[in-house]
């Protein structure tokens, strides 16, 4: 069977190698945000029934897989990217169509998984440990890494390719097995990723794929006790409740959550290139990144001329389809991102933040039809403010007038995130200030929050994560345990 039924428009489970509907008989529909009419694809509505089956066949096919040599494992990763290179434009399609974002960006996150997997199949050949001098003269001991078994993959709906890949590559690389549960807004996506594994010939159980609803599925694989690890990226009240399910019975865990992620801009700052740092950074992607610039903090000599000069380019913003040639910003997600983009704006003006731009829902012409709404910016906003604390996830921006770096540096902490933070600066002690000072797991020096190296490890600080890091070599530390070995 094929990852689809074409006539009606189905995906299935990806199941021990096998392409299967759920036990459910049910199946769930994934919409086009810009056009809430469109159907993209049904997927399935699966049952815990489904992911005991996808659990225990990965646990099965993990005993072989672990045993096969790093690089015969990363011959598949190679293999699926090559699959995933040569389908691009059909995934960047999908996921424009599933979750919004422009064409352009679709493909560059799709070019992006291909080079996370062919990354991460190099690492089958390196090394993962230590020699370590025994006080023992005939003794050598030395360290190695164990896989953790079967990995639980949650993921959100923001990157439908890029966070998948870069938890599954590093995990099977390591030797070990994947039951992923993805967004239902991006499950048509994921199973075409997955279609890319099944593809390359990846052995019956290494890759399984359950889709459904958080609670069921997502809870279900938290609490699976032959689920060994579990890898989430997501939102804060949902990673709270995975990471206690997870320590509740020893599994080992790992959080990626939201950001409150602010750019300094001073006074002798490029402005130009902070402009373009500022708006590229919050609004690309309609704000819907987790390293999104969500507080924009200005020393008052610039603040006027940085001002006009920002809102001058956010006027030029163009919003619609982002299948559509020349649009630059494309719809919220769902209508759940929607109301919350809009009912933040709402509090930001009872509050008593000034509108300077936008603020309403688009509903004419091109964009009557999706969830669409205005880029937006405040100022007169201090730190407050509910919009000036909690993660929107949307496009608006807060504009925060400080005298002095001290003054943006402390602002910039005054939040209970730490994930990505800038600053637009041409002193150097800025700089350092900025480097040791800044509460955040990914600190970026004239250059925009938003921009992540898939060979750097990446991870935030404060409530932003669980504290482990992700992509990189930094992998290891999560998808693999230390085994010290002593011979004799
Ligand atoms: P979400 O937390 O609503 O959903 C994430 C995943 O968890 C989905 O697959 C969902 O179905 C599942 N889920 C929902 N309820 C569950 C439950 N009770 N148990 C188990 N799983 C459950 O997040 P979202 O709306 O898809 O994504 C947006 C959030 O993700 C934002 O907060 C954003 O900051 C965060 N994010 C963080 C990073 C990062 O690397 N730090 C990257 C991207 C997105």
Request: with cysteine; net charge negative; hydrophobic share 40%.
């Amino acid at each position: 069977m094929s990852s689809f039924d074409r006539i009606n428009n189905t995906y299935f489970n990806y199941i021990n190698g096998e392409w299967i509907a759920s036990e459910s008989n049910k199946t769930e529909a994934s919409t086009n945000p810009a056009k809430m009419d469109e159907v993209v694809g049904y997927f399935q509505k699966s049952t815990q029934g489904d992911l005991n089956k996808a659990v225990s066949s990965a646990k099965q096919a993990q005993q072989q897989w672990k045993k096969l040599t790093g690089n015969v494992r990363g011959d598949f990763l190679l293999k699926t990217a090559s699959i995933l290179e040569s389908r691009v434009d059909e995934v960047a399609e999908t996921m424009t169509k599933e979750m919004g974002k422009t064409f352009p960006e679709a493909k560059g996150e799709t070019l992006r998984g291909v080079a996370i997997l062919r990354y991460y199949a190099g690492e089958g050949l390196r090394s993962v440990g230590d020699v370590i001098p025994s006080t023992d003269s005939e003794a050598l001991m030395f360290t190695t890494r164990a896989p953790l078994g079967v990995v639980g993959v949650i993921t959100p709906w923001n990157f439908p390719v890029a966070i998948p890949i870069w938890k599954m590559a590093p995990a099977l690389i390591y030797g070990n097995t994947v039951v992923i549960k993805p967004a239902s807004e991006t499950a048509v996506t994921c199973a075409k990723i997955i279609d890319c594994f099944a593809s390359a010939g990846m052995p019956a159980g290494t890759v399984n794929m359950v889709t459904g609803s958080g609670s069921v599925i997502g809870q279900g694989l938290a609490e699976h006790p032959d689920v060994n690890g579990i890898t989430f990226t997501g939102s804060n009240t949902v990673g709270k409740k995975i990471g206690q399910a997870a320590l509740a019975r020893g599994a080992k865990y790992q959080l990626e959550m939201g950001g409150k992620n602010p750019v300094i801009v001073a006074e002798d700052a490029d402005l130009d290139l902070a402009v373009e740092a500022t708006i590229s950074g919050g609004l690309r992607s309609t704000g819907q990144k987790c390293t999104a610039t969500s507080r924009v903090i200005i020393q008052s000599k610039v603040y006027e001329v940085f001002k006009e000069k920002l809102l001058a380019k956010v006027k030029e913003i163009t919003v619609g389809d982002g299948m559509q040639e020349g649009i630059w910003m494309g719809p919220c997600a769902n209508k759940n991102q929607l109301d919350t983009v809009l009912s933040y704006i709402e509090k930001g003006k009872l509050e008593g933040a000034a509108l300077l731009y936008g603020g309403n829902r688009l509903q004419d012409g091109n964009t009557g039809s999706g969830y669409f709404a205005e880029p937006t910016v405040f100022e007169n906003v201090n730190t407050n403010m509910v919009i000036a604390q909690e993660e929107i996830f949307g496009p608006v921006l807060v504009l925060m007038k400080v005298e002095s770096i001290e003054e943006a540096l402390s602002l910039a902490n005054d939040v209970e995130y730490g994930l990505s933070a800038s600053i637009f600066t041409t002193n150097i002690s800025n700089m350092l200030s900025f480097i040791n000072e800044m509460d955040a797991g990914l600190v970026r020096i004239n250059a925009e929050s938003a921009g992540v190296e898939l060979q750097a490890p990446f991870g935030g600080m404060k409530q932003s994560s669980s504290h482990s890091r992700e992509q990189g070599r930094a992998a290891i530390e999560f998808y693999t345990s230390i085994k010290t070995v002593f011979v004799k």
